[in-house]
């Protein structure tokens, strides 16, 4: 099967989107597909994996940079780009792919290709895009309760700035019927990001498609300790260190612990909150690789991760449970579908620092459960293998090409 991937980038540009469109399409290519990935041109030549071919398209955002003025490099907006849309026809005549998958807002200048009728198309929701202008579902550092007009533009004026964030937020908004229309299934990485989404109330079909991590996390249990590790227990934490990801809450439970007996903390992320003021015991690293990420959840006592926001699908969470860390963390999101509380982790309110606190001292006081918690994480994990979920995937595009087929469409 010719499969297209429509995504913003490819590796070596890389965040969790980026990630997961190219582990997808090397297991997919793995499996005996030809994979196509088309991706915004950042001028940087695209990593080379086997049976996947990359597609640079031109677009505005490279050209004019001003409108996305936050980012450091060009990012697709909620409309379609003139550049990207010719730059898709070109490749969609030479590949003639059987089915199109789309990621987030790249699949805004697929929309107008009148092919965009006349194959099946994938459209996977890796945050709240859909309804959402900043993607993040926060409004005023709380869960948003859901768009509404006069809080949306406020918000998205406050993230992109006075006047383009009206405007950003107006073509999401305008974009919405246009994607429940061509889209044949909506594919949101957790249950939470399909209802935050609304897809239920614009009656479009949809099946969750989670992130993944790779099959040989399970066998990660035997990496050497980085040697920047405490040479004795300690509490793991690793992403972005800021308040969203429940940080403070973190550190301010830890600071109740009795400070004679309590571990270490380590923190490894990128800064993004004051932590000039930590408790004694906190270590606080920056930009660790991904393999001395893995290093510290698997030699910890716990690893925590209790995000105060609606994280869609944190693959920190997953790493953790496939490589055997006993885990603290919130219902959060995706979370919610990963774990269940004393059966799999230790499950808080988000933003609860006396039941983060209570949770950090039963793990530290309890082998029993710490051995109990890994166990089940490494069971409940399995859904979330690359293996499991490309195989998900290939059996979505086989019943749609199928379906195409049937009518005539393909």
């Known amino acids: 099967m010719r499969i297209l991937q429509l995504a913003q ?21 793995a499996r005996g597909h030809d994979v196509h990935v088309a991706c915004l041109d950042t001028g940087t030549p695209s990593v080379s994996d086997p049976g996947v071919t990359v597609h640079p398209l031109p677009n505005v955002g490279a050209k004019v940079p001003a409108l996305y003025p936050t980012a450091d490099r060009p990012l697709a907006l909620p409309v379609p780009d003139p550049m990207t849309s010719r730059g898709l026809s070109r490749v969609l005549r030479e590949v003639r ?28 929701l890796h945050d709240y895009s859909h309804v959402c202008a900043t993607k993040r579902l926060m409004f005023e550092d709380q869960l948003c309760s859901g768009p509404q007009v006069r809080k949306c ?9 006075a006047g383009r964030g009206q405007v950003i937020w107006s073509m999401v908004r305008a ?8 889209a044949d299934l909506f594919t949101p990485v957790s249950s939470f990001v399909g209802k935050a989404n609304q897809l239920d109330e614009q009656g479009v079909p949809w099946q969750v498609v989670p992130n993944f991590v790779p099959d040989s996390l399970l ?8 040697p920047a590790l405490p040479a004795g ?14 940080v403070g809450t973190l550190i301010a439970a830890y600071a109740r612990l009795d400070a004679r007996t309590r571990p270490g903390l380590v923190l490894v992320g990128r800064p993004s909150m004051d932590l000039s003021s930590l408790p004694e015991g906190v270590r606080v690293e ?3 690789e991904h393999q001395r990420v893995l290093s510290g959840f698997v030699h910890a006592l716990a690893a925590a991760l209790p995000s105060a926001w609606p994280d869609p699908c944190p693959t920190t969470v997953l790493e953790a449970m496939a490589v055997g860390a006993p885990l603290v963390t919130t219902p959060m999101g995706g979370i919610a579908d990963m774990v269940a509380d004393e059966a799999s982790a230790l499950v808080v ?62």
């Open 233 to 246: 227990d300690y509490l793991f934490y690793a992403g972005d260190l800021s308040e969203q990801k429940g």
């Open 175 to 182: 974009g919405r019927p246009f994607r429940n229309r061509v």
């Open 97 to 124: 792919p059987d089915v199109v998958h789309a990621h987030n807002w790249m699949i805004n200048s697929y929309l107008p290709l009148p092919t965009a009728r006349h194959r099946p198309l994938v459209y996977s």
């Open 286 to 288: 920056d930009k660790w």
């Open 9 to 29: 980038f490819y590796p070596p540009v890389i965040g969790g989107e980026e990630r997961h469109v190219r582990n997808l399409s090397t297991a997919l290519a």
């Open 153 to 161: 533009a406020s918000c998205a004026s406050d993230w992109y700035g």
């Open 349 to 410: 309110p988000a933003g609860d620092v006396a039941a983060t606190t209570a949770a950090l001292t039963r793990m530290i006081a309890e082998p029993a459960l710490r051995e109990r918690l890994a166990e089940q994480a490494g069971v409940e994990v399995r859904r979330y293998l690359q293996s499991a979920v490309a195989e998900q995937l290939e059996g979505i595009y086989d019943r749609l090409v199928t379906e195409y087929d049937g009518r005539g469409l393909a």
């Open 219 to 226: 066998d990660a249990r035997s990496l050497p300790r980085d």
